[in-house]
């Protein structure tokens, strides 16, 4: 299937690796223009040049913190007209006691799980309206759908950020501009294994252990390839689904038991 997007500029926040790099690569797969966005200047070389060499797309790059103003501006402004936004706060989720937490502690994560994609979001979407074509997705994660203990001031943040996309995709559908989110489960990328591994320390158990029960708990009796999350995020880019907007899609192997 041909997604209809050679030749579109897309942004790929996070996109030096794991699901960010996966977006990135299914992308330009598709012929779409990548700018890559991550702070670390030698992985965002080595990941644009692998792509490059794996797709034959030109691939460019800026490195930038997306959780902050500067790091949007520059974001922005190596890609100042895109057709396609992958929000991806990159941010690894840890657990917290929410007693412990300060004011602060909250404010960061609503920066960086919200108000970061939220701020991307405004800044693109009038050029995409005008334009008359945008995809936007944005990378959460399945639990908002079923919050886990000590993940209340990441589940709180996600969540503003679907709240808020639901009511701005009713805006700007009509001028082919969607917004949806994927909400993976367990990917196997740097950041599920260093989770793992801390989990593991904090448990007192191994990390062989914590992965077998994770495993054992998931239908699919695996973790995915970030690929899988990739190639959905492309699709969910593609010319085919200017009339799909504000759903926010389970991609989890089967752990999420509800049916909406
Ligand atoms: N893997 C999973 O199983 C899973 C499941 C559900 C949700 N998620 C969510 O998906 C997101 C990506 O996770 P991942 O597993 O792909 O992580 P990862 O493999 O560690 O990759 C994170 C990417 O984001 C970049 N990044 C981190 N902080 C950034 C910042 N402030 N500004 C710009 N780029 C930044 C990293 O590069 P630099 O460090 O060089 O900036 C890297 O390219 C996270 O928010 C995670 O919570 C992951």
Request: hydrophobic share 45%; glycine share 10%; proline share 4%.
């Amino acid at each position: 299937m041909d997604l209809g997007i050679a030749g579109r500029r897309a942004i790929v926040c996070g996109g030096s690796k794991g699901l960010g790099r996966a977006c990135a690569l299914a992308l330009a797969r598709e012929g779409a223009l990548v700018t890559l966005a991550a702070r670390n200047v030698e992985t965002l070389q080595r990941t644009a040049a692998a792509i490059e060499v794996e797709t034959g797309t030109k691939v460019g790059f800026v490195s930038a913190d997306v959780t902050t103003p500067q790091g949007r501006a520059a974001t922005i402004a190596a890609c100042p007209a895109p057709d396609i936004l992958i929000t991806n706060p990159g941010v690894r989720q840890t657990p917290a006691d929410f007693r412990t937490l300060s004011h602060e502690d909250w404010r960061g994560w609503m920066e960086a799980h919200c108000f970061s994609a939220l701020e991307l979001i405004r800044a693109v979407v009038p050029g995409m309206a005008e334009r008359r074509f945008g995809r936007i997705v944005n990378i959460s994660v399945s639990f908002i759908k079923f919050p886990q203990v000590g993940f209340a001031h990441s589940h709180s943040a996600r969540l503003a950020l679907a709240g808020a996309v639901a009511s701005i995709v009713r805006e700007v559908i009509r001028y082919n501009v969607t917004i949806n989110s994927v909400c993976p489960g367990l990917f196997d990328t740097d950041a599920l294994q260093t989770n793992l591994h801390a989990h593991a320390a904090r448990g007192n158990t191994t990390y062989e252990a914590i992965v077998e029960d994770r495993i054992r708990n998931c239908p699919a009796g695996r973790f995915a390839d970030p690929q899988e999350c990739g190639d959905l995020v492309a699709f969910l880019c593609s010319a085919q689904t200017g009339f799909m907007t504000g759903q926010n899609i389970v991609n989890d192997g089967g752990v999420y038991q509800g049916l909406f």
